[in-house]
C-alpha cells in the first residue's frame, strides 16, 4: 500500500459509498471520549479505566510523542500491551481526568533535564557521566554506541543509561564550551 493509496481509502469510506474502510477502522483504532470513558485511580494509584461499558484494571499509558508533546494521542493499554483505546488529545477530557493522566505520563516518561555538566569521562565502551539535574545530582553511565544519545532536535539531546533511566538536555547551545566538549564525544 502506498500513501496515495492510504489517502484514497481514508477518504472512501462505506458510508459514503466506497467500498474501503477508513484509516482509523483498516488500523482499528479506538478513539477515547469523555462520554463513553472514566478514569480512577486505586489506593496504590494504579490507573482504572472503564470504556465503552467495559472495565480495566491496572492500566498503562503511552505517549506517541513522549519527547515533544505528552497531551496527544495517548494509547491506553492493558498489563498485556493490548490497546483499549487511543486520547486525541487530554483537552477533551475534564481537568481532573487531565491532572490524573498527566501524572500517569509523567511517572512514565520520567527524564530529569541536565542543567550542568560536570564530567563524562570513557572508558572501556562506556561514558561515566556526573551531572546535575532537576532531580539533584546524577552518577550515571552510557552505553557507548548503539545509540544511546540521540538527538531529539537540532538542541535537545535525550541521554539513556545502562538501566534504562532517561535524561534531557534541553537546550544544547546554553551549556558552556568545556560541557559541550564533553557531550560531544557521545553524541
Known sequence: ???KDVSVSENLRPEDGGS????????QIRYLSPDDTVFTLTEGHMLNV???GKEHAGVYVHCSFPHTNKRIYLSIRTVENEEIGMIRSLDEFPEKTQRMLEEQVELRYFA???????SVKEEF???YWDAETTSGRCRFTVRGGGGSVKLMTANRLLIVDV???RFIIPHLD???DKEYK??????
Not at 564533553?182 to 553524541?187: D, G, R
Request: proline content about 6%.
Open 174 to 176: 546554553r551549556l558552556s
Open 163 to 165: 538501566d534504562g533511566n
Open 20 to 27: 474501503s474502510p477508513g484509516l482509523a477502522e483498516a488500523a
Open 1 to 3: 500500500m502506498t500513501l
Open 112 to 118: 530529569p533535564e541536565i542543567s550542568k555538566v560536570l
Open 182 to 187: 564533553m557531550v560531544e564525544v557521545c553524541m
Open 50 to 52: 472503564k470504556a465503552g
Open 125 to 127: 565502551g562506556y561514558s
